[in-house]
């Protein structure tokens, strides 16, 4: 079963699994996230999961103005904000002089945040960052989000397994709803997640077969 909660522990679990086995030499390798070492993703990480655990425990009488892909429909490219969040996140996450001590910040915050989505309802109405979804976009979000993250944790973790089938699916949807067609049946869900996001280049072949949706890319980031 497909329920959001669900979605979201798979998502959660997946990069648990990988944070865990993770030590300080590790922390400080490179990510997909431009500028962020293990660490740094890591803090976001904890910081999404907190987010998480508010929103869930956050339930308002307002009627939803988003849902799982309209919740996206806000960003736009901002190298400024982008620039002054990568050096927030890394020197907040170098004040950690044990990656340990985040590490297991960040795992049982998650678990946490899994725990919470299992108890909620996924019909009740949520607060977060300035809108009203109900809980299960709201979780189906925040599976797309660590999904993402986890390609960019494992970029120098070759080793590493990448996201949990379920998670990379609703992603997937995700991306198909915010492009407003679905992606063309040759790209698996990790080569779509990364290029829709602006991790990866379109191949000339692949901004052929999206015609003028190609410009529309990156959908977020």
């Known amino acids: 079963?497909?329920?959001?909660?669900?979605?979201?522990?798979?998502?959660?679990?997946?990069?648990?699994?990988?944070?865990?086995?993770?030590?300080?030499?590790?922390?400080?390798?490179?990510?997909?996230?431009?500028?962020?070492?293990?660490?740094?993703?890591?803090?976001?990480?904890?910081?999404?999961?907190?987010?998480?655990l508010v929103?869930?425990?956050?339930?308002?009488?307002?009627?939803?103005?988003r849902n799982a892909v309209t919740y996206w429909s806000d960003w736009r490219p901002d190298p400024v904000g982008a620039a002054h969040g990568r050096r927030w996140h890394r020197v907040a996450a170098s004040m950690f002089l044990d990656f340990r001590q985040l590490r297991e910040w960040y795992l049982e915050t998650a678990s946490a945040a899994v725990r919470a989505a299992a108890d909620t309802d996924s019909g009740r109405?949520?607060?977060?960052?300035?809108?009203v979804l109900t809980a299960g976009d709201l979780m189906t979000t925040l599976a797309v989000e660590a999904a993402?993250?986890?390609?960019?944790?494992i970029?120098?973790?070759?080793?590493?397994?990448?996201?949990?089938?379920?998670?990379?699916?609703?992603?997937r949807a995700t991306?198909?709803?915010?492009?407003?067609?679905?992606?063309?049946?040759?790209?698996?869900?990790?080569?779509?997640?990364?290029?829709?996001?602006?991790?990866?280049?379109?191949?000339p072949a692949e901004r052929a077969a999206l015609g003028p949706h190609a410009d529309r890319l990156p959908l977020f980031s």
């Open 175 to 203: 991306l198909d709803g915010l492009l407003g067609r679905p992606a063309p049946r040759e790209w698996d869900d990790t080569r779509y997640a990364l290029v829709a996001t602006g991790r990866a280049p379109l191949t």
């Open 125 to 131: 109405p949520v607060a977060t960052q300035g809108h």
């Open 155 to 171: 970029t120098g973790l070759p080793a590493a397994p990448g996201p949990p089938p379920r998670a990379l699916a609703a992603v």
């Open 1 to 52: 079963m497909n329920a959001p909660s669900h979605v979201l522990a798979d998502s959660y679990q997946a990069v648990a699994d990988v944070v865990r086995r993770l030590g300080d030499e590790e922390s400080w390798l490179p990510t997909g996230c431009a500028g962020w070492a293990v660490r740094d993703l890591v803090f976001h990480l904890l910081g999404d999961a907190q987010r998480a």
């Open 55 to 65: 929103a869930l425990h956050t339930p308002t009488a307002g009627q939803p103005d």
């Open 148 to 153: 993402v993250h986890h390609l960019d944790l």
